[in-house]
């Protein structure tokens, strides 16, 4: 049995996450901790979130659970999830905040005018279900069909600086980056909690991932 900690930070979709991870991992043990303690103990990781950036790294500086996501993204199986992706850049236009900067980039909000392709102008935040395009073979994309549709809720996104880091993107008006993988780390701007058959198979290959 392994044990795959989910970080709670205040800020997150904490019980969808981890219902979804137990639903594809029965025989293992989840658990949502803000204890350092326990996630270095941990397995491998799962870095959730949702909101605000400001909020999320001020909490995350509160907690002190920032030396903890980083040691933890050195060195196991470490998934980031939406903003839980996000802070593993190193800086976000929402309110000009620095990231963790575990990863190269940027992450920059949607245009305020954009247009589909069939001329209809597109509502920011980005929200429903839109298919993703595998820009990458990897692991966790196993058994998912390239352009299966994930379920988005995000007004801003990740502009990598190294552009080998990209797994996966999306088209929403323009075409930008929804994942990226490096070494033991896997992040994604969907939700995959909340992405039915898809989203259990990326957690299922995750759970099995042996970076």
Request: proline content about 6%.
């Given at each position: 049995?392994?044990?795959?900690?989910?970080?709670?930070?205040?800020?997150?979709n904490?019980?969808?996450?981890?219902?979804?991870i137990?639903?594809v991992?029965?025989?293992?043990?989840?658990?949502?901790?803000?204890?350092p303690?326990?996630?270095?103990?941990?397995?491998?990781?799962?870095?959730?979130g949702?909101?605000?950036?400001?909020?999320?790294?001020?909490?995350?500086?509160?907690?002190?659970?920032?030396?903890?996501?980083?040691?933890?993204?050195a060195?196991?199986?470490?998934?980031?999830?939406?903003i839980?992706?996000?802070?593993?850049?190193?800086?976000?236009a929402?309110?000009?905040?620095?990231g963790?900067?575990?990863?190269?980039g940027?992450?920059?909000r949607?245009a305020?005018d954009m247009?589909?392709?069939?001329?209809?102008?597109?509502?920011?935040?980005?929200?429903g279900?839109?298919?993703?395009?595998?820009?990458?073979?990897?692991?966790?994309?196993r058994?998912?069909?390239d352009?299966?549709?994930?379920?988005?809720?995000?007004?801003?996104?990740?502009?990598?600086?190294?552009?080998?880091?990209?797994a996966?993107?999306?088209?929403?008006?323009?075409?930008?980056t929804?994942?990226?993988?490096?070494?033991?780390?896997?992040?994604v701007?969907?939700?995959?909690?909340k992405?039915?058959?898809?989203?259990?198979?990326?957690?299922?290959n995750?759970?099995?991932?042996n970076?």
């Amino acid at each position: 049995m392994q044990t795959i900690a989910v970080i709670d930070y205040g800020m997150g979709n904490l019980r969808s996450v981890s219902k979804a991870i137990e639903h594809v991992a029965p025989a293992d043990r989840v658990v949502v901790t803000h204890d350092p303690g326990v996630i270095a103990a941990a397995d491998r990781v799962v870095f959730p979130g949702q909101g605000a950036m400001p909020d999320c790294m001020r909490e995350m500086r509160a907690s002190g659970l920032s030396e903890a996501v980083l040691a933890a993204a050195a060195s196991k199986p470490f998934l980031g999830i939406c903003i839980g992706m996000q802070m593993l850049f190193a800086h976000s236009a929402e309110g000009d905040t620095p990231g963790l900067a575990i990863l190269p980039g940027e992450v920059v909000r949607f245009a305020a005018d954009m247009h589909g392709a069939d001329g209809a102008r597109l509502k920011v935040p980005h929200m429903g279900w839109n298919r993703v395009r595998q820009d990458m073979a990897h692991p966790l994309w196993r058994g998912i069909a390239d352009h299966s549709r994930f379920y988005f809720v995000h007004s801003y996104f990740p502009v990598p600086a190294d552009a080998q880091i990209g797994a996966g993107s999306c088209d929403y008006g323009i075409n930008f980056t929804c994942a990226v993988a490096r070494a033991n780390i896997f992040g994604v701007q969907f939700h995959p909690e909340k992405s039915h058959l898809a989203g259990l198979a990326l957690f299922s290959n995750f759970v099995a991932w042996n970076p």
